[in-house]
């Protein structure tokens, strides 16, 4: 179901924006990181995207994933990682993130960074952008039951940040990680999202929310708040 009459208007144009491969908008929320998010369908990202995303976001462009895909993909959580690192590494054990390290959470979704073998330094915008697409093409053909190998198409370190998203997701976890994979749930496209942070040119922090909601205006956008997304993705769980 990708669509409902008891959804807000808001979040059905969502739907269809991440269908149409358009570009819309999450907050989070006051209570957490307080950021808007730049955030598309990872399958239609181009290199303009990128661009877009860089210059009028400036946050770090990464590529949310499911649970599921990630789990299939053998994609860990690098705090995990890193954490049993900590015996052949001794910083590790004071600088991987623990138990009360984030003000606005339990936990960092992050696992590794990628750049696909067929990108060149991976940082140009073409290049993330083409790793960007695979991530969403392996995602598709991983959770359509094909058997993948994650390293012959990628490698690490790379450009494009991974975040996985809790098993729950919004009953977890109310990240943009979360946010935007349960919007790809209820469209029912692939649940490989990019989201990229709203920074504000003048001060250099997260650019408010209602200048946030003004540059979506302006550009004919969907804003959405990410209790608007709570509460219809229940309602989709419920259906």
């Known amino acids: 179901m990708s669509s409902n009459e008891n959804y807000t208007d808001n979040i059905n144009k969502a739907l269809k924006a991440a269908q149409n491969g358009e570009m819309f908008f999450i907050f989070d929320s006051d209570s957490r990181e307080g950021e808007t998010d730049f955030v598309i369908a990872a399958g239609a990202v181009t290199p ?14 990464c590529v949310a994933l499911d649970s599921e895909s990630s789990e ?15 015996e052949n590494y001794p910083a590790l054990g004071t600088t991987v993130e623990r138990g009360g390290d984030l003000a606005y959470d339990s936990r960092s979704s992050f696992s590794i960074w990628v750049n696909h073998r067929r990108t060149r330094t991976g940082i140009p915008d073409n290049d993330r952008a083409l790793t960007i697409n695979e991530l969403s093409n392996i995602t598709e053909k991983v959770l359509d039951g094909k058997n993948v ?17 809790a098993d729950r997701l919004v009953h977890e976890r109310r990240g943009q990680t979360e946010l935007s994979i349960a919007i790809a749930k209820m469209a029912d496209v692939t649940p490989a999202m990019v989201v990229c942070e709203m920074l504000d040119d003048s001060n250099g922090k997260a650019l408010s929310k209602e200048d ?6 302006l550009h004919d956008l969907v804003f959405l708040e990410g209790q608007e997304i709570v509460d219809a993705y229940e309602q989709w769980e419920q259906a």
Do not use: C, N, Q
């Not at 995207?49 to 009028?56: C, L, N, P, Q």
């Not at 299939?72 to 900590?86: A, H």
């Not at 946030?212 to 205006?217: D, I, L, N, Q």
């Open 149 to 165: 190998d994650f390293g012959s198409e990628f490698r690490t370190p790379g450009h494009v940040a991974l975040l996985r998203a």
């Open 212 to 217: 946030a909601m003004e540059y979506a205006r």
């Open 48 to 61: 303009d995207d990128v661009r877009w995303m860089r210059r009028d976001g400036g946050g770090l462009i």
């Open 72 to 86: 299939k993909l053998g994609l860990p959580f690098i705090s995990d990682i890193l954490r049993d690192e900590v």
